[in-house]
């Protein structure tokens, strides 16, 4: 169901994707005995607030050329939903991005609003795991 990803201004970070996963939640209504419900949140946390989901290929642009060579948080909350049960977890993960060319950035097939975080799947990038640690590295 889609549900507008509104929320309170005074929310921060993990506070923002709990709250719009279960909202999307909420949208379900009443479930029955054998059902369950997972429904998620996905942001992109950078300079102290969420980036707003780009609506066009200029501001995609404009949003990785602000990621390259810094750090971000990317922040999920999955809320999971029975008829007598709710729980919302939450993760952080401390992303890295290498430098890139205005070339390597314009040859990126940009995903817009609809799918904005492919964008980390859509670069080809190696990426290093450790103690939830993400750093990506460009392949050459």
Excluded at 101 to 128: G, P, R
């Amino acid at each position: 169901r889609e549900v507008p990803e509104l929320y309170p201004e005074s929310l921060q970070k993990q506070e923002i994707t709990s709250y719009l996963s279960e909202l999307k939640s909420n949208a379900f209504g009443k479930l029955e005995n054998h059902q369950v419900l997972v429904t998620a949140d996905t942001i992109v946390w950078q300079n102290n607030k969420a980036l707003e989901k780009p609506l066009n290929e200029k501001e995609a642009y404009y949003m990785l050329n602000s990621l390259q060579g810094r750090t971000h948080e990317v922040i999920t909350s999955f809320c999971i939903r029975t008829s007598n049960y709710r729980s919302t977890v939450s993760d952080i993960t401390t992303v890295h991005f290498d430098d890139l060319t205005s070339e390597e950035i314009s040859s990126i097939e940009v995903a817009t609003a609809n799918n904005f975080l492919a964008l980390h799947n859509i670069l080809k990038l190696n990426h290093l795991i450790s103690s939830n640690q993400l750093i990506y590295r460009k392949i050459l």
